[in-house]
Nanobody
Framework: QFELVESGGGLVKAGESMTLSCSGS??????????ITWFRQAPGKEREGLLC????????TFTDAVKGRFTISRGDSGNTIYLQMNNLKPEDTAVYYC?????????????????WGRGILVTVSS
């Protein structure tokens, strides 16, 4: 069975940086051929889409909250996706999810993805 796995979370101080990684294991799905989106859900808040990278490498930003601070990229093989988070703020504290849509284009919303990772906690202290 295919699984998405996030890694790299933990505790950082405000102003610091962190990189999350997303990779897949199991048959049937290739991240390099798909659109990958990062979501997050902060305590007591609704889940929000952050950034998506399409199959071709086109990047979509879903929220102004991360513009200029977060970037999304693929590793050389295309099968690992990174979320680089700079100048982190306490309000970035959330569980971060990697998702895959087995299409070329990015999803319109969270219901338009095929697989979710389990999520990884990022905590930013003030």
């Amino acid at each position: 069975q295919f699984e998405l796995v996030e890694s790299g979370g933990g505790l950082v101080k405000a102003g610091e940086s962190m990189t999350l990684s997303c990779s897949g294991s199991g048959p049937g799905v290739t991240l390099a051929h798909s659109a990958i989106t990062w979501f997050r859900q902060a305590p007591g808040k609704e889940r929000e889409g952050l950034l998506c990278i399409s199959r071709s490498g086109y990047i979509t930003t879903f929220t102004d909250a991360v513009k200029g601070r977060f970037t999304i990229s693929r590793g050389d093989s295309g099968n690992t996706i990174y979320l680089q988070m700079n100048n982190l703020k306490p309000e970035d504290t959330a569980v971060y999810y990697c998702t895959i849509r087995m299409m070329a284009a990015c999803p319109k919303n969270e219901f338009d993805v095929d697989y979710w990772g389990r999520g990884i906690l990022v905590t930013v202290s003030s």
